[in-house]
Nanobody
Framework: VQLQASGGGLVQAGGSLRLSCAASGSMFSIDDMGWYRQAPGKQRELVARITSGGRTNYVDSVKGRFTISRDNAKNTVYLQMNSLTPEDTAVYFC??????????????WGQGTQVTVSS
């Protein structure tokens, strides 16, 4: 399975960006999908995840500003990021579980996309 992320870039504080990540090559189903981020000198952290049924969870620092969504037909997950702050600057990675009959077979990571928010 390959995860192809896009949509990162440079934006001023208060601005918005939309990340996309498409999963391809799976012979089974894509279950949970999500976005993680890693800032310089920090550990990778969960930003948001979404189940195949649409249930979502977010890290507290992005609640009310970021929205995760997905298109199951396209095996694509999106992250709409609004009211960005310099603290959101990081490399953003998409993540997906490949599953069969509700059993997780494998977890995959995308290549990462840089988000830089200037003050």
């Amino acid at each position: 399975v390959q995860l192809q992320a896009s949509g990162g870039g440079l934006v001023q504080a208060g601005g918005s960006l939309r990340l996309s990540c498409a999963a391809s090559g799976s012979m089974f189903s894509i279950d949970d999908m999500g976005w993680y981020r890693q800032a310089p000198g920090k550990q990778r952290e969960l930003v948001a995840r979404i189940t195949s049924g649409g249930r979502t969870n977010y890290v507290d620092s992005v609640k009310g500003r970021f929205t995760i969504s997905r298109d199951n037909a396209k095996n694509t997950v999106y992250l709409q990021m609004n009211s960005l702050t310099p603290e959101d600057t990081a490399v953003y990675f998409c993540n997906a579980d490949e599953a069969l009959g509700g059993v997780i077979l494998q977890n995959y990571w995308g290549q990462g996309t840089q988000v830089t928010v200037s003050s």
